[in-house]
């Protein structure tokens, strides 16, 4: 039988303790963690649609609409750069969904702010489906070069042990 000193097992008690008291802060934390993605598109939203209603109407017409996708464009750029799986190509993709899609406007042509809000959150989730495409072929580039790598190191192993099989029998003979 192995002997563990006291004091262990009470430190390894505490450590299990204080994992287990966790567990539910974890997942309640997730939880919280969706409600504040739909909060921070909404806060875009209302402080794009604020920054391009200069006038304070309360709607949005075409020349503030055109301030407001410009403000969102440059969100979007500023939120995405750095480590973006797929580079470039992603943040034009991303960027382009601004200029291509137009909010749905009321009877006499103008945006309200749900309207707006709910064309930030159709954007935002179609940046979303970008970024999950962009990171599977990113994960599907990854995994090819590293079969690459593993091939050309069995070939570079056999090349090896060919020599060195050649060079024992130069040995003997």
């Known amino acids: 039988m192995l002997w563990v000193p006291a004091q ?3 430190a390894w008690w505490v450590l299990l303790s204080l994992a287990w ?3 539910p802060v974890q997942v309640f934390g997730a ?3 969706e409600s504040d993605v739909t909060a921070s598109v909404r806060t875009l ?3 794009t ?3 391009a209603d200069k006038h304070k109407k309360g709607y949005l017409d075409e020349h503030a609409l055109r301030v407001a996708r410009r403000v969102l464009r440059g969100a979007l750029e500023s939120s995405l750069r750095g480590n973006l799986p797929g580079g470039q190509k992603t943040l034009d993709r991303i960027v382009s969904l601004v200029s291509q899609r137009a909010p749905k406007a009321g009877s006499d042509g103008k945006i309200t702010l749900a309207q707006f809000v709910a064309f930030v959150a159709e954007l935002m989730q179609d940046r979303d489906a970008i970024l999950r495409e ?3 072929k990113a994960a599907q580039e990854r995994a090819a070069a590293r079969k ?3 091939r050309l190191y069995r070939a570079w192993m056999q090349q ?3 020599q060195l099989s050649q060079d024992n029998r130069r040995k003997r003979g």
Do not use: G, I, K, M
């Open 134 to 136: 962009a990171e599977r």
């Open 160 to 162: 090896l042990q060919r």
């Open 45 to 47: 939203a209302e402080n």
């Open 49 to 51: 649609f604020r920054t």
């Open 31 to 33: 939880a919280n963690a």
């Open 21 to 23: 008291a966790l567990v």
């Open 148 to 150: 690459a790598q593993q």
């Open 8 to 10: 262990s097992l009470r």
